[in-house]
């Protein structure tokens, strides 16, 4: 049975729901929040060929999983614990690097990526660095194995 304060209840979520939705997109880019609703290529690889994590300043921690062949990205993956802005970016950096080389990538920063979202507020650009720093260190780790 749902009562009158049921009602106000779900009414006042609503609102507040439709609030927050206006901030973030007054705050934040389509792309971003596009990539942050639906994003691409998250999970765990149990095969990876190489795997890094990085634990960013505010907290946020991302994981990236590669799976390689000839020094090309074929498949890629990440998980993170972080915010709206962190998901979209590990969404973002995960489509533009996969299918490419492994030197593409290392030229890929963080400039790269924050474009291709057509942009970061101030306080979001380190989810960027986090996103392309643990790429960089996931690409390293497989040039170490591959040295061994």
């Known amino acids: 049975m749902t009562t009158d304060g049921d009602k106000e209840f779900d009414e006042m979520i609503k609102s507040m729901q439709e609030e927050l939705d206006r901030d973030a997109e007054a705050t934040f880019s389509k792309k971003v929040l596009d990539e942050y609703k639906n994003p691409q290529n998250i999970g765990r690889m149990e095969d990876a060929d190489s795997y890094a994590t ?22 890629i993956l990440f998980m993170t614990d972080g915010c709206g802005a962190t998901i979209a970016c590990g969404s973002m950096g995960t489509k533009m690097a ?20 057509d942009g970061l507020p101030d306080e979001n650009l380190h989810c960027a660095r986090l996103m392309m720093g643990t790429l960089h260190r996931a690409v390293k780790e497989y040039e170490n194995k591959k040295e061994m």
């Open 54 to 75: 990085t634990s960013g300043s505010c907290g946020d921690r991302i994981e990236i999983y590669l799976k390689i062949k000839n020094d090309t990205v074929t498949d």
């Open 98 to 117: 996969k299918g490419k080389n492994l030197a593409e990538i290392m030229k890929m920063n963080d400039e790269d990526l924050i474009r291709a979202l």
